[in-house]
């Protein structure tokens, strides 16, 4: 069976590892549930991005909003890359981490005026700016400060990344986005704002995308928008194309990051913009099949209709099955002989949407460790403190090398800030 996250995560023997760890062994000594990363695995992940961006002006910013453990951040500035991201908290953890705000791109469509005078005074690299609302209010901060920020708008390509409806952001109907017929009149307005300064053009059209042609007809798109904009005297440096590649959590058979950036940079090319730097902004697609959220089973309760097999993880801890109805593996770390069953894996939290996995053949029995596969994208950024649980503790492993990059929440932490009414 290759799973995904293979070769960084195999069976030897019966035994699940990653890298060269158990993964029992984890849970044996550092409790349960618990988010693992292999390093490598995420290196291995950006290196495709980088051979096929080699010889060209180019930066990839690993979108934080995917997993934003300092450890995960460090490894990828380390590696050399920038970052993309959406507030003023994921801006301070990329700086903690060694990250460099000269290659930071801000998005989101609602940024504060104290994150943006924050991102200004850090010397990050670009605003990714969403509406003329945004525009004009930056304008303002940064002239206010006696600077010009730097922008790119991201602008509404209206196509269809022909993924779940709440993680697609390029359609007329989202509201991510400069929409396309208004995009050139907002880039003259922007040109002709104190406090700004045109740099490029941006757009993301969605998550978890498992075909290459609407990366193309995005591009298409925008490359129609940077000709119209130059036309009208306002100058395009970089074109940022975002992130949104997607990952196989099942028979999902997305292209290769190399195979998607040679399809656009022929097109770049094709249409005289190869001179143009080019921004990715991937997230998914360098830290999902990295990680695995091991959980501890904890009773198996088989029934007339269903049978449950209840584990120590829950909506909580990983929210993608509860808030997409997401698909993500789910194996034993130790393989058993005996029959699978059918089991629905659920967690402890007192709602029925708290289900991490429906109709699963599995051999398992109370005690045993399951890997839920895929989880190092949008797992422990998505968990919350719900039915007052703690959230798992973080390891990163590299070789035989274990390191605790996140330590499990105490109880007392989750309500510190909490106070009772005077008597
Ligand atoms: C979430 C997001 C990304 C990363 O998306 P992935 O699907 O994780 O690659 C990139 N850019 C923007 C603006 C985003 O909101």
């Keep these: 069976m290759t799973l995904p996250g293979s070769p960084y995560l195999a069976y030897k ?41 080699k010889g060209r002006q180019h930066l990839v910013c690993y979108a934080v909003k995917a997993n934003s ?16 991201i959406v507030s003023a908290g994921e801006l301070a953890r990329v700086l903690a981490a060694g990250g460099d705000a000269g290659k930071v791109v801000f998005s989101g469509v609602g940024k504060t005026r104290a994150e943006m005078k924050l991102a200004i005074e850090t010397g990050v690299r670009c605003f990714n700016v969403e509406s003329t609302a945004e525009l004009e209010v930056l304008s303002e901060v940064a002239a206010g400060l006696g600077q010009r920020a730097r922008v790119s708008l991201r602008v509404n390509p209206d196509v269809d990344a022909g993924t779940h409806p709440y993680i697609s952001t390029g359609l007329k109907g989202n509201k991510f986005g400069v929409a396309h017929e208004l995009a050139v009149n907002t880039y003259k307005r922007a040109a002709a704002l ?11 059209i ?49 292209p290769g990051a190399d195979e998607l950036i040679a399809q656009l940079l022929a097109k770049i090319d094709a249409r005289g913009h190869g001179h143009r730097e080019l ?30 097999c209840i584990v120590d993880a829950a909506m909580n801890d990983l929210m993608r099955p509860a808030l997409y109805e997401a698909y993500m593996g789910i194996v034993n770390t130790q393989q058993r002989d005996d029959a699978a069953q059918t089991w629905d894996v659920v967690g402890p939290v007192c709602e029925s949407g708290d289900w991490l996995g429906r109709d699963r053949q599995l051999s398992v029995q109370a005690g045993d460790v399951l890997a839920v596969l895929s989880a190092g994208a949008y797992g422990m950024t998505m968990a919350s403190n719900y039915n007052t649980r703690g959230r798992a503790a973080e390891l990163m492993v590299d070789g035989d090398q274990v390191w605790v990059v996140r330590e499990r929440e105490a109880v007392a932490d989750l309500f510190k800030l909490e106070k009772l009414l005077p008597a």
């Design 206 to 254: 969605g998550s978890q995308i498992t075909e290459v042609s609407p990366y193309l007809d995005a591009l298409d798109r925008v490359l129609d928008l940077v000709e119209a904009i130059e036309a009208g005297g306002v100058r395009i440096h970089h074109l940022d194309l975002g992130g949104g590649l997607g990952i196989t959590y099942t028979d999902e058979t997305p």
């Design 13 to 53: 023997g019966a035994d699940l590892y990653m890298d060269d760890i158990s993964l029992r062994d984890l849970v044996r000594q550092h409790g349960s549930p618990l988010y693992v990363y292999s390093r490598k695995a995420m290196l291995a992940a950006l290196a495709p991005y980088q051979r096929a961006l």
């Design 69 to 84: 453990n300092l450890a995960v951040l460090q490894t990828f500035a380390q590696a050399g890359c920038g970052f993309d």
């Design 279 to 308: 921004v990715f902004e991937p997230g998914r697609s360098l830290v999902g099949n990295a990680g695995v959220l091991l959980t501890e089973v904890m009773y198996l309760k088989p029934g007339e209709k269903k049978n449950f």
């Design 194 to 204: 104190p406090g700004i300064e045109v740099v490029g053009i941006d757009c993301h």
